[in-house]
C-alpha cells in the first residue's frame, strides 16, 4: 500500500484518548488520516506526534462536530488536501462529573447530547453523500458498553447520548449497506484516557493498569477497516478481560 493509493480516514476527537489511539493505529498502517479536535493547539501537537512515525500522511486540523459549519469546513478541507473520504470515525466524546438526574444542570445534559450525539449525525451527514455516490465507505462510531446498557457509572446524560449513537448507527446502517457503504458501532469498556478525569471518583493507578488502552481500540478499528468490502460488522464490543458485562 503506498501513500498515495491508501484510503483517506477522519477522526473525531483523533488529538487525544480513543481517537489518538485509531489515528496511531491507521498512520502505522499507512493511511492518510485527518484528526479533528476544537482545540488548535492540541490537534496540532497530535498531528506533530504522528507525523514523526513517518509512516501514513496526517494532517490535523480544528473542528467544533456540535457546529456545522465548522464541520462543512472540516471536511471540505481534508477533501482539497487528500480527495474522497473513505472512512468516517466518530471518536468525539465527553462526560461530566455529577452525572445522576438530581446533580445534573440542564445545559450539560445539552452540551453531552450535543458532541457524542448530534456531533456524531452532523458528520455523517456531511460525508454520507460521497459515500453513497461512489457506493462505498466505512463509518465507524465509537459509542459505549453504557450505549448498550443504561450504566449508572456513565451517567444519565452520557447512557442517553451514547443510546442515541448507537441508535443512529444501527438505522444509517441499515439504510446504507445496500448501497455499500457500511458502518459500525463499537462499544468500548473502561479505557485508560483524559475522559477518566471526570470520573466522579478518582480512579487508582491499579485500576487503570487493568484496564483498556486507546491502542487497543485503534487495532480492532484498523481489522474492521481493513475487510473486504462485502463484509460488515454491524457492533463489537471490546472490554477488559476483569470486566463484568451485563
Request: net charge neutral; charged share 20%.
Amino acid at each position: 500500500m503506498t501513500a498515495t493509493q491508501s484510503p483517506v480516514a477522519i477522526i473525531t476527537g483523533g488529538a487525544t484518548g480513543i481517537g489518538f489511539g485509531i489515528a496511531e493505529a491507521l498512520v502505522q498502517a499507512g493511511y492518510r488520516v485527518a484528526i479533528g479536535s476544537r482545540r488548535k493547539d492540541v490537534v496540532d501537537e497530535a498531528a506533530s506526534r504522528l507525523q514523526s512515525l513517518n509512516k501514513g500522511q496526517v494532517i490535523g486540523l480544528p473542528l467544533d462536530v456540535t457546529d456545522r459549519t465548522s464541520v462543512a469546513e472540516f471536511v471540505q478541507a481534508v477533501g482539497k488536501h487528500y480527495g474522497e473520504i473513505d472512512i468516517l470515525v466518530n471518536g468525539a466524546g465527553v462526560n461530566i462529573k455529577n452525572r445522576t438526574i438530581g446533580e445534573m444542570r440542564p445545559e450539560q445534559w445539552d452540551q453531552v447530547v450535543a458532541i457524542n450525539a448530534t456531533g456524531a449525525y452532523n458528520m455523517i451527514h456531511d460525508i454520507l453523500p460521497q459515500m453513497r455516490q461512489r457506493k462505498s465507505g466505512t463509518i465507524i462510531n465509537i459509542s459505549s458498553v453504557t450505549g448498550k446498557r443504561a450504566l449508572a457509572l456513565g451517567g444519565v446524560a452520557y447512557a442517553a447520548s451514547k443510546f442515541a449513537m448507537t441508535a443512529l448507527g444501527t438505522c444509517v446502517a441499515n439504510e446504507v449497506g445496500v448501497e455499500g457503504v457500511r458502518v459500525t458501532n463499537i462499544y468500548p469498556g473502561e479505557v485508560d484516557t483524559p475522559i477518566l478525569e471526570q470520573r466522579p471518583v478518582p480512579v487508582s493507578q491499579e485500576q487503570r493498569d487493568l484496564i483498556l488502552r486507546p491502542s487497543d481500540v485503534g487495532q480492532v478499528v484498523l481489522s474492521i477497516v481493513s475487510l473486504p468490502g462485502r463484509v460488515h460488522i454491524p457492533e463489537l464490543v471490546i472490554k477488559p478481560v476483569h470486566q463484568g458485562y451485563v
